[in-house]
């Protein structure tokens, strides 16, 4: 992370939510960590599962992490969901592990 970045992440910001009585709630927190999980919302825009520093859970929006500094966390967990939905593409047989190894310039004996 960069300075700013981290200077980004660590500055409380005002977050609004729907409360379990249907209440509209705001107010001013830190995230702490993305747990990993995203979503696509209504807007086509990917939400994020977050943690703040209350302890609470909620979901943010991309444009909203990534002017918050939590742009290289948001592309890392993309780059997983990509890694695994990409498992399922090619069956894990001997012809396919050998023609991995080949790309990576290892002998199949290997």
């Known amino acids: ?7 980004l992440q660590t500055e409380p910001f005002e977050v609004s939510w729907i409360d379990e009585d249907g209440k509209p709630r705001k107010a001013n927190k830190v995230v702490v960590e993305l747990t990993g999980q995203r979503r696509e919302a209504r807007s086509k825009e990917y939400e994020y599962e977050v943690k703040f520093k209350d302890g609470s859970e909620g979901s943010l929006g ?6 918050r500094g939590w742009e290289k966390a948001c592309k890392a967990i993309d780059a997983r969901m ?3 939905s990409g498992l399922y593409i090619r069956t894990l ?3 396919n592990v ?5 790309d ?3 002998s199949a004996e290997f």
């Open 62 to 67: 991309y444009k909203l992490l990534t002017r």
């Open 104 to 106: 990576c310039g290892l």
């Open 93 to 95: 047989s001997s012809a």
């Open 98 to 102: 050998e023609q991995h190894l080949a």
């Open 1 to 7: 992370l960069t300075e700013d970045e981290a200077k």
């Open 82 to 84: 990509a890694q695994r």
